[in-house]
């Protein structure tokens, strides 16, 4: 017969009356009082894992509580609750969700205030920050420019993520911000590449850089998301099989899985492998100044301007290598859900009917042509 793991734990003051005890957590190690406060019983983190510590505070709660003073000092604070998730949580996340993690906790604490008692957030905080954020705008890039309804909508939805982990984690009794409405844009953009389009870019991609054409090519092929397909190693490459595995920690989803490469695919990799012979964990995508590192993001950025430039084709806000992603689902709408997500990488297919196929009058024209008449007996 097997037993659990005893976890430490440490008690103080009289059962019915001032007990507290102060406990370590099972999984993460952190450090916890429990103590009854008003016929409920609460736990709060102390956001630390030094054990005497707990003690000295075990005691002062439990001399606080005999003399009937309520304690209002152990809610947790922002600080304290990003600090234990950016350590415990962030970490099993991609690199992409990770920096977004990291950044959207210093945007709270700039906005409300280390200190700022978790619990006491509230629909006014919410709304306050949504005006806050806009206000500031994105100046990542050494120039602000205008946040939108659905970046300010993902820096709430890691907050959201964060209270609902301390509510699991017994540092906070409920989300303070439950239901509270998200920023919608009413009319987001979502620009295609026509296939047109994507020929006279490939036709120009060689004379802007050997790698942006292979980036340009295998996001048409695979409707993969660029920040996944900048990160693959040739290790990732299984050229004989034509199989190309994406590493959960690259993907935005934290989705590992392998899909299947096409003819086009293949003689791109192979073109590639020939003019730069590389292996094992080499980047498929090394950074032009250090092939040390993997392109940056921005890099392909500027090369997609520059190839639009060559090939006479007018810019369009929201248009990159994600409306490649959106040709992907539309031009396959005709294969079953299940396995447009298989080849594509999308967990659920409810994303992909709302956020990338798109209805076309082709494809209509088609279906009403092979519509069958329901006659009694079929």
């Known amino acids: 017969m097997t037993h659990a ?30 103590f ?66 990291r950044r959207a906790a210093k945007l709270f604490l700039a906005c409300f205030g280390p200190s700022r008692k978790a619990a006491s957030l509230n629909r006014r905080d919410w709304d306050g920050f949504i005006r806050w954020r806009r206000s500031q705008g994105d100046r990542r890039k050494g120039q602000t420019r205008t946040v939108g309804n659905r970046v300010i909508e993902y820096d709430l939805k890691f907050l959201h993520t964060v209270l609902n982990w301390a509510v699991g984690s017994g540092l906070l009794d409920r989300n303070p911000l439950k239901g509270c409405p998200w920023p919608r844009e009413p009319a987001p953009r979502r620009p295609m590449l026509r296939h047109e389009e994507y020929e006279t870019l490939r036709a120009v991609a060689r004379t802007v850089h050997p790698l942006f054409e292979l980036a340009l090519l295998l996001a048409h092929e695979t409707g993969h998301r660029i920040g996944a397909i900048r990160l693959l190693k ?23 899985h392998e899909s299947l490469l096409t003819s086009d ?3 791109a990799l192979e073109r590639a492998r020939a003019e730069r012979p590389a292996i094992g964990d080499s980047w498929l ?31 369009e806000p929201g248009r990159g290598f994600h409306a490649l992603r959106r040709k992907f689902a539309t031009e396959l709408k005709h294969i079953p859900l299940k396995d447009l997500c298989a080849l594509a990488g999308w967990k659920t297919p409810h994303v992909v009917l709302t956020c990338y196929q798109t209805a076309d009058e082709s494809t209509m024209r088609e279906a009403l042509a092979s519509r069958r008449q329901l006659r009694a007996g079929t």
Request: contains cysteine; proline residues 5%; positive net charge.
């Open 285 to 315: 995508f090394p950074a032009p100044q250090d092939p040390e590192h993997p392109c940056s993001h921005y890099q392909l950025q500027k090369w997609w301007r520059r190839a639009e430039r060559l090939a006479g084709l007018m810019h």
């Open 234 to 256: 040739w290790s990732d490459v299984e050229l004989k099989p034509g199989v190309m595995r994406w590493r959960a920690n690259t993907d935005k989803m934290g989705f590992e």
């Open 36 to 101: 009854a406060d008003g016929g409920k019983r609460k736990r709060v983190a102390l956001g630390h894992r030094d054990r005497d510590a707990a003690r000295t505070k075990a005691e002062e709660l439990a001399a606080a509580l005999r003399r009937g003073y309520a304690p209002q000092s152990v809610a947790p604070t922002l600080a304290t609750l990003f600090d234990n998730y950016l350590r415990e949580v962030t970490p099993q996340k991609g690199e992409s969700k990770q920096g977004h993690d």
């Open 265 to 267: 695919a293949l003689a």
């Open 5 to 34: 793991k005893s976890r430490w734990s440490y008690s103080t003051g009289e059962r019915g009356r001032n007990r507290v005890r102060a406990f370590a957590h099972s999984k993460t190690g952190g450090l916890f009082l429990e």
